[in-house]
T-cell receptor, first 109, second 114 residues
Framework: GQNIDQPTEMTATEGAIVQINCTYQ??????LFWYQQHAGEAPTFLSY??LDGLEEKGRFSSFLSRSKGYSYLLLKELQMKDSASYLC??????????WGAGTKLIIKP | NAGVTQTPKFRVLKTGQSMTLLCAQD?????MYWYRQDPGMGLRLIHY???????AKGEVPDGYNVSRLKKQNFLLGLESAAPSQTSVYFC?????????????FGAGSRLTVL
């Protein structure tokens, strides 16, 4: 079957670093996405990984290990505005996205 | 550019009523999607379209119908609403960018069925 697992909720402190993990199991693999979703708003695209390794984009980085079916999103220098849900999604062999339930990140001052 | 626009943003229905959710995009995207988002669950694909005049079933299509008569519009219909269809509905459109199918979402439509 197809499955995406990520923690339900995480808490971190403003200015710190947090890593949100995601494991996936899909029929075929054509890339791993991370989206950010603030409460009551639409998801917005953060990153896409299709090859193993780390992709850095400002304060946010995303890592992929295809052999382990594993990805993480790393957020540095946390700001209060980073409080949101972070959605992991794997693109399967039909180029359809399989979504995780999201990780709610709470930032404390 | 407006991006992806959904109407209405909120709606309350009684069981058995029908309604249509409208989605419009101005980015000339070929692909369009309807998802539902429920607490504790990932986004689930209802129906999608790979171009004008084409539609296909997603993961949870029962109780919904769609139409894509024009490239920029994708309509989601509920013929006889049920309480199980209470959810937040997101429309999205996409373009393939560097091999990635990157979705742009609308703001969502919150539907309550009593």
């Amino acid at each position: 079957g197809q499955n995406i697992d990520q923690p339900t909720e995480m808490t971190a402190t403003e200015g710190a670093i947090v890593q949100i993990n995601c494991t996936y199991q899909t029929s075929g693999f054509n890339g791993l996405f991370w989206y950010q979703q603030h409460a009551g708003e639409a998801p917005t695209f953060l990153s896409y990984n299709v090859l193993d390794g780390l992709e850095e984009k400002g304060r946010f980085s995303s890592f992929l290990s295809r052999s382990k079916g594993y990805s993480y999103l790393l957020l540095k220098e946390l700001q209060m505005k980073d409080s949101a849900s972070y959605l992991c999604a794997s693109m399967d062999s039909n180029y359809q996205l399989i979504w995780g339930a999201g990780t709610k990140l709470i930032i404390k001052p | 550019n407006a991006g992806v626009t959904q109407t209405p943003k909120f709606r309350v229905l009684k069981t058995g009523q029908s309604m249509t959710l409208l989605c419009a995009q101005d980015m000339n995207h070929e692909y369009m999607y309807w998802y539902r988002q429920d607490p504790g669950m990932g986004l689930r694909l209802i129906h999608y379209s790979v171009g004008e005049g084409t539609t296909a079933k997603g993961e949870v299509p029962d109780g919904y119908n769609v139409s894509r008569l024009k490239k920029q519009n994708f309509l989601l219909g509920l013929e006889s609403a049920a309480p199980s269809q209470t959810s937040v509905y997101f429309c999205a459109s996409s373009v393939v960018w560097s091999g990635a199918n990157v979705l742009t979402f609308g703001a969502g439509s919150r539907l309550t069925v009593l």
